[in-house]
């Protein structure tokens, strides 16, 4: 028999109780592969958040090319958060208050960098300060593709624990609270967080 998850995770006992469509919409907020969403649901229900965690890093793992592509697709550049979205601004805090020279020169960065590889400079921002993430960008830039995508597989993978331990903490994950949206989804709201707020 499975243990309950503790009081101090509803949203864990949320998720595993959910309708599989509303869990899906949740999962999704937090990363938009398919591939991912639907093996942390068939992998419900979760004792504690360690176990919803663990199945974060065993999905991770598997997922192709194309379904990472599906994961970064979810993500804005660094510099540029989704409006609406407090999720990513959260996350890119950092370069909230950097100077517009630092700005720019992200800008810069970004650029290059998803003409050499053809997708967004992906980084688990949270914590790192503006100028972290610059020089972040700038010794990635010189990476094979193949080295690049393992390194956004493992930052996906940190971003993806990040915003599951909030949604396992949250009363009422935020997509619950309104409908599925088209185009790359949010994630889910911190505990105390209204959905018209910001995160992911």
Same mark, same amino acid.
């Given at each position: 028999?499975?243990?309950?998850p ?5 949203? @864990?006992?949320?998720?595993?109780s ?5 869990a899906?919409?949740a999962l999704l907020?937090v ?7 639907g093996?942390?649901?068939?992998g419900r229900?979760y004792?504690?958040?360690e176990?919803l965690l663990?199945?974060?890093?065993a999905a991770?793992?598997? @997922?192709?090319?194309?379904?990472l592509?599906?994961?970064?697709a ?8 989704r409006?609406?979205?407090?999720s ?12 517009e020279a630092l700005?720019a020169?992200? @800008?810069?960065?970004n @650029?290059?960098y998803?003409?050499?590889f053809g997708?967004v ?7 790192l300060s ?5 020089d ?14 393992e390194?956004v597989?493992t930052?996906l ?7 599951l331990?909030?949604l396992?903490?949250?009363a009422?994950p935020a997509?619950?609270?309104?409908p599925?949206?088209?185009g790359?989804?949010?994630g889910?709201?911190g505990?105390?967080?209204k959905?018209s707020?910001?995160?992911r």
């Open positions: 028999m499975t243990p309950s503790s009081p101090a995770t509803p949203g @864990l006992t949320w998720l595993n959910a309708q599989e469509s509303e899906r919409a907020g990363c938009a592969a398919r591939a991912w969403a093996a942390l649901l068939e229900p004792a504690t958040p176990r663990a199945a974060n890093d991770m793992a598997e @997922l192709t090319a194309v379904d592509d599906e994961a970064m979810g993500h804005p550049p660094i510099g540029r958060p409006p609406g979205d407090p990513s601004a959260r996350e890119q805090r950092g370069m909230a208050g950097a100077s700005k020169e992200m @800008l810069e960065l @650029l290059a998803q003409e050499r997708h400079f992906l980084i688990c921002a949270t914590g503006g100028e972290q993430m610059r972040a960008a700038r010794s990635r830039i010189g990476n094979s593709p193949e080295e690049e995508r390194i597989r930052e993978t940190k971003i993806n624990r990040i915003r331990t909030s396992a903490k949250a009422r997509q619950a609270a309104r599925a949206q088209t790359a989804p949010s889910p709201a505990p105390g967080e959905a707020e910001h995160e």
